[in-house]
């Protein structure tokens, strides 16, 4: 059984970076695509980015300039950076696996999430 | 505001059958595959429809899924008290190049 798991710091200051981890079990992070999603209090889900294990990424556009995802296979975690964290960013971080099946692309297993608060 | 159009809420009744309809462009719902996914609060957003019609293993078939042109609709059967939570249609978009989400819908059983 695939499961995940986030870990890092519930409390940012502001201006701060967030580093968030994502523990892979059950599966080889070798395989599939690895993504970040959060959701902000009371807003619906908001799609971060996504790394293949060979280093490849993919971000929102809205936050690209201020994230990184990048990925350790040697023990079978990815993370995520996200810089000049603001109270906008206060939010339940989600990582999921990005499974594909022909064209289609889908997150079948998501981790239980983790609450990020900005503030000073 | 999100790339896909939902409605905030619906909402009916134990037994009936309820409709959750995503609002999309040729950009991505016109083009790509729909996904669904439910969400309880406090808890891991489970995937319910993946690639428009299709069930994970151990997802209910009260849980359909239907694609036309730039929609795309979540139907939900025979609805019981357990289905009360929140739910997302997302897909790709290609001018965005990226993953969106529509802006939920929170389904409630009267």
């Known amino acids: 059984q695939v499961q995940l798991q986030e870990s890092g710091p519930g409390l940012v200051k502001p201006s701060e970076t967030l580093s968030l981890t994502c523990t892979v079990s059950g599966a080889s992070i070798r395989s599939d695509y690895w993504s970040w999603i959060r959701q902000p209090p009371g807003q619906g889900l908001e799609w971060i980015g996504y790394?293949?294990?060979?280093?490849?990424?993919n971000y929102n556009p809205s936050l690209k300039s201020r994230v990184t995802i990048s990925v350790d296979t040697s023990k079978n975690q990815f993370s995520l950076k996200m810089a000049s964290m603001t109270a906008a960013d206060t939010a339940i971080y989600y990582c999921?696996?990005?499974?594909?099946?022909?064209?289609?692309?889908?997150?079948?297993?998501w981790g239980k999430g983790t609450t990020v608060t900005v503030s000073s | 505001q999100s790339v896909l159009t939902q409605p905030p809420s619906a909402s009916g009744t134990p037994g009936q059958r309820v409709t959750i309809s995503c609002s999309g462009s040729t950009s991505n719902i016109g083009s790509s595959p729909v996904n669904w996914y439910q969400h309880l609060p406090g808890t891991a957003p489970q995937l319910l429809i993946y690639?428009?019609?299709q069930r994970p293993s151990g997802v209910p078939d009260r849980f359909s899924g239907s694609k036309s042109g730039t929609s795309a609709s979540l139907a939900i059967s025979g609805l019981q008290s357990e289905d009360e939570a929140d739910y997302y249609c997302?897909?790709?978009?290609?001018?965005?190049?990226?993953?969106?989400f529509g802006g939920g819908t929170k389904l409630t059983v009267l």
């Open positions: 790394i293949f294990h060979i280093g490849t990424t």
């Open positions: 690639n428009n019609n």
């Open positions: 999921a696996r990005r499974a594909r099946i022909g064209a289609a692309y889908y997150m079948d297993v």
């Open positions: 997302a897909t790709w978009d290609d001018t965005l190049n990226g993953v969106v």
